[in-house]
Structure formats: C-alpha cells, structure tokens
C-alpha cells in the first residue's frame, strides 16, 4: 500500500517537469487514444449538432461504455454536454477543438525529412 502511493504521488509531481504544450498535446492524445472515441467524434462531426440518445445506437457498445468515452472526451474539452430534461446533449467543443488542432499540428509540423538515413 505504501508503495503504491508514492507511485501515485511521484507520477502526479513529475508533470512539473513538462511544459504546457506537452501536457496539452498528452491530454488530446489521450483522448485520442480509442476507436471508440475517434468514432464518437466522427459522429459529431458528421452530425454538426448536439447529439443524445443517438450515439449508443449508432456505435456497437453498451450504454455506460459509451458513456465512460464520452467522459474522457469531455475531461480533455473535445466536446461538451448540455443537460436536456434526463438526457444529455453532446457536441465539439469548437474553441477547445480549435486548441486541439493547433496544438497536434505544431507537434506534427516539427517534422521534417532527415537528409540522413534513420534506422
């Protein structure tokens, strides 16, 4: 037990070593880090409106695993939810979409062909 919290511990503490940008890219990443949440967010695109009920039918999982995708989208500010009676409406988050994007692509544009061969 004692060993297991100062694992929790160590690993919360080193995200200080990390600059905003790494640990925003980490964020969307994660978040990226299932079919299941790529295919919600295709579906939200595609969509172009809050969506309720709609997701679990057109995805082939159970309500409350959908629900736990929807969960970590929503953690990392991918999309956002508005109470609707009993339900829940979900949508992109633009602003925080648009941080995203900026975000993965600087990443991805640091990229450049080496003129040496690597491995």
Not at 30 to 53: D, E, M, T, Y
Not at 62 to 73: A, N
Request: charged content about 25%; some cysteine.
């Amino acid at each position: 037990m004692i060993n297991r919290n100062f694992t929790i511990n160590m690993g919360t503490t080193k995200t200080k070593d990390y600059s905003v940008q790494e640990l925003s890219i980490a964020k969307y990443a994660k978040a990226l880090s299932h079919p299941a949440r790529v295919a919600i967010l295709n579906l939200l695109l595609k969509k172009q409106s809050c969506i309720c009920g709609d997701i679990v039918d057109e995805l082939p999982l159970s309500q409350s695993t959908v629900s736990q995708h929807l969960k970590e989208l929503k953690a990392a500010g991918l999309i956002k939810g508005d109470i609707d009676g009993v339900s829940v409406c979900y949508c992109i988050d633009e602003k925080e979409w648009t941080k995203a994007k900026n975000q993965l692509g600087l990443l991805f544009d640091k990229f450049a062909l080496p003129t040496k061969k690597c491995c």
